[in-house]
């Protein structure tokens, strides 16, 4: 089991910030050369987002019923607020940041950091 988990960690956690920014960096590559058709890209994406955000909330709203939490109405509709945004938006980004922290910690482990600092002393 740990060779399973090992592998799943290494393919997926590890490698998948790669995967995104690769696959959003193509999606414009394939639009700047005119090799997409954009509304059925756009309707795709739209499914996608519907379908992450369906995800998104049954699991923000199965929680709250398990803990035997209450939320107001106001509160549902910032949950839904804010699951459109991190679907839109900040998943992206969060891809971009966590590509741009594994090659600066590649970077930062490789000159010895903090801990060939400490060794010298």
């Known amino acids: 089991m740990s060779y399973v988990s090992y592998f799943y960690f290494l393919i997926y956690e590890l490698l998948s910030p790669f995967i995104e920014v690769f696959g959003v960096f193509t999606m414009v590559l394939a639009w700047w050369c005119d090799l997409i058709n954009v509304p059925f890209m756009l309707l795709f994406f739209l499914i996608y987002a519907v379908f992450g955000g369906v995800l998104t909330l049954t699991a923000f709203f199965s929680r709250i019923y398990t803990a035997d939490l209450r939320v107001s109405f106001r509160d549902g509709v910032k949950a839904v607020c804010l699951c ?20 600066g910690y590649k970077r930062r482990n490789s000159t010895g950091g903090a801990s060939s600092a400490a060794r010298s002393i």
């Open 84 to 103: 459109l945004f991190e679907l839109e938006l900040l998943r992206f980004i969060l891809a971009w940041v966590r590509c741009t922290a594994f090659v």
